[in-house]
């Protein structure tokens, strides 16, 4: 225990007797601190409660009296623990004061850390480039910003960087870094929710700073009614047993850093059709954090699991709803978002503080300026017609020069090709090459014997990055090689880690070995081959990782090879 460096409350004796060698003793030694956690213990202990006894169990070990508060707020008190359980999970928290938001997240787990006073760079957030170190979200599950209103963003590119480590867990600034650091973010609300809701012009974001856009709110798992909470009092506070915090704090460490239930989450959940890709994705993750908290043993029931998903839907409308409000357009007008019960009922969820707010279910659309020349025109000259806009569509084609490509028109059907890159090619990216051809695929097979060296297995995760972005792929299959030389479980180690990231984007990774394998080839489930002669390792290595090209494909030097890209009726298996 000495040796482990770990927390311990010791008192110390001083020695009265002059006669002997030492002048302090240690009379008492407890320690205060874990130095192995046994989750299946753990496990094993939950299943003698039920889901509601075991919820109690949780807020007391948090200080809190389960008998003092409403079902609906101990959800609430359950879901500001999510962060701490759930890797990458964005987390917002808006309300009135003296809630226990910013204590919570720096008093509750020594494994999360408040950042105070307004200052946010990439380099102590993210990456420091000039010592080569890593920011605070490589050493913390939870990293919540303490009065997210007075953020004060220094360096321009730091809400860009933050926007993409929001989105999947990794950023690059020379280096690529993954980290699993939850996002959170607190702040006070110093309007009535009422008026908010019922406000055309103002909505339950306005005390962000003007950085979070649009893309940053839209990241955005959850969003807890902060106006709904208690405000920390006596009454509220516990006399009887629950967990030390150290202990609790322990157990959700261990499973963000060992457990996963977004598989288990994605095979039983049923959403409806206005759940849109980040609305899938975050409430998902919600549903996960909550059964990793109440189900750390295993599944729930059918009607405890309904409850955790119309929870975790009303948190991500919340957040829909209010960008809805601010967008000018019908980009995020779905926010009707429903789920299937267990019986397969369709249940339409709505949250409480709006549900009959008119202002904020059917907002009013702010229409464009119009040009002075047709200020006097109706108002509803500003939406042309469907048809109207696909004749004017068709009379821009018409008046595209002659000499202008077929190809580069826009929404043109893509063609069979057959050409070479040359040795030095530049502006030849993965996205370039299949970006076209990736339209209504849903499977993709690739067959490429040289996946085995690290930078073989970047540009494998390069190209998956594509995929991603520009496709509304299912599964995605690896046909790759290897011999006696290959480091297979370093290999598998991270064709392991780059599956779960793709899993939890919905899309499944299948890696299959072949030792005989030579030819190479991309097949697509709508009938599109690609053949690049080497493969997806076509590109020279940079003269230097901080030259052009060394991150963006694009810009890279390529090797020469030979791409044959055709159609074929036969549907790959």
């Not at 955005?220 to 009454?235: D, I, N, R, V």
């Not at 601010?326 to 926010?335: G, H, S, T, V, Y």
Request: charged share 25%.
């Amino acid at each position: 225990m000495l040796e482990g460096g770990i927390w311990a409350e010791t008192t110390i004796g001083y020695n009265q007797v002059e006669e002997d060698d030492y002048a302090f003793y240690i009379e008492d030694l407890r320690p205060i601190q874990l130095s192995r956690f046994d989750f299946e213990r753990y496990a094993e202990g939950r299943r003698a409660f039920s889901r509601d006894e075991w919820m109690d169990v949780v807020l007391r070990s948090i200080g809190l009296e389960p008998s003092k508060l409403s079902r609906r707020r101990k959800f609430h008190f359950i879901a500001r623990l999510v962060p701490l359980v759930e890797a990458n999970f964005n987390f917002i928290e808006l309300g009135p004061r003296g809630t226990g938001k910013s204590y919570f997240f720096s008093e509750f787990s020594p494994y999360a850390t408040l950042l105070s006073g307004g200052q946010a760079t990439k380099a102590t957030l993210f990456y420091n480039n000039a010592r080569k170190r890593i920011g605070v979200v490589g050493f913390w599950d939870a990293v919540a910003f303490d009065e997210v209103a007075g953020i004060k963003i220094r360096d321009p590119d730091a809400i860009q960087i933050m926007k993409d480590y929001m989105a999947n867990g990794r950023f690059s600034r020379g280096v690529e870094v993954i980290a699993d650091a939850s996002m959170v973010f607190v702040g006070n609300i110093d309007h009535s929710i009422e008026q908010l809701v019922h406000s055309a012009q103002h909505d339950l974001f306005m005390t962000l700073p003007k950085e979070f856009d649009l893309a940053v709110m839209d990241r955005l798992a959850c969003y807890l009614p902060g106006w709904e909470m208690p405000k920390t009092g006596s009454e509220f506070l516990t006399v009887n047993y629950g967990f030390i915090t150290d202990y609790l704090a322990e157990a959700f460490h261990y499973q963000m850093a060992h457990t996963n239930r977004y598989e288990e989450v994605t095979k039983r959940i049923r959403l409806g059709s206005s759940v849109e890709g980040r609305d899938e994705k975050g409430i998902k993750k919600t549903v996960c954090g909550l059964l990793k908290i109440l189900h750390p043993d295993g599944p729930p029931a059918p009607a405890e699991f309904d409850d955790y998903v119309a929870y975790a839907v009303e948190c991500r409308r919340r957040v829909k709803e209010q960008m809805n409000k601010r967008k000018p357009d019908d980009e995020f007008a779905n926010i009707g978002l429903s789920y299937f019960t267990a019986n397969g009922q369709e249940v339409v969820v709505y949250c409480p503080e709006s549900k009959d707010a008119e202002a904020t279910q059917q907002p009013v659309r702010q229409p464009l300026a119009a040009p002075a020349e047709s200020a006097a025109a109706p108002s509803t000259a500003a939406k042309p017609s469907r048809r109207l806009a696909e004749s004017s569509a068709i009379a821009t084609d018409r008046e595209t020069p002659p000499s202008q490509p077929p190809d580069l028109l826009p929404d043109a059907e893509p063609k069979e090709q057959h050409f070479t890159i040359l040795y030095g090619d530049t502006g030849r990216s993965y996205e370039s090459i299949i970006g076209p051809y990736l339209m209504g695929a849903k499977e993709v097979i690739v067959e490429d014997p040289y996946i085995r060296l690290t930078h073989q297995v970047q540009n494998f995760v390069r190209f998956c990055e594509t995929v991603v972005k520009l496709s509304a792929v299912k599964r995605i299959r690896l046909v790759t090689g290897y011999d006696d030389e290959t480091q297979l479980a370093e290999t598998k180690t991270r064709l392991d880690e780059l599956a779960q990231s793709l899993l939890e984007m919905d899309i499944v990774l299948d890696v299959k070995l072949n030792r005989a394998l030579h030819d190479r080839e991309i097949r697509l489930d709508n009938g599109w081959i690609i053949k690049i002669g080497r493969g997806l390792d076509f590109y020279q290595k940079p003269a230097g990782w901080f030259e052009l090209g060394a991150n963006d494909l694009s810009l890279r030097r390529c090797l020469e090879t030979k791409v044959d890209i055709f159609k074929t009726m036969q549907v790959p298996t």
